[in-house]
Nanobody, 124 residues
């Protein structure tokens, strides 16, 4: 059974940084994609960033490119999302999701395993 556990959310002032972690387990294929998504109150869930475990492919939404960095530590079975220069509009519940077997995937509907989410709040 695939399990995804997010951590690292919290309250930060605008301009600050947070690092989210997604610990994953239970994958049965040797190629998979992991993505970060977010959902603000009253809005649809949107893709933020995604990565695969087998090459250097990465995806960033335009709204976060240059501020957020996704990385994977295959030895620790963890995907990280380093978020810098945070803005109030980054406030949302952030979800980690996985898809296997897969190359890079960027859309919500493509993913079939989801974590419980972690709240990120950026104050102005």
């Amino acid at each position: 059974e695939v399990q995804l556990v997010e951590s690292g959310g919290g309250l930060v002032q605008a301009g600050g940084s947070l690092r989210l972690s997604c610990a994953f387990s239970g994958f049965t294929f040797d190629r998979f994609a992991v993505g970060w998504f977010r959902q603000a109150p009253g809005k649809e869930r949107e893709g933020v960033s995604s990565i695969t475990n087998v090459d250097d492919s990465r995806y960033y939404a335009d709204s976060v490119r240059g501020r957020f960095t996704i990385s994977i530590d295959n030895a620790k079975n963890t995907v990280y999302l380093q978020m810098n220069s945070l803005k109030p509009e980054d406030t949302a519940v952030y979800y980690c999701a996985a898809l296997q077997p897969s190359t890079l995937a960027t859309m919500v509907y493509q993913y079939n395993h989801w974590g419980q989410g972690t709240q990120v709040t950026v104050s102005s």
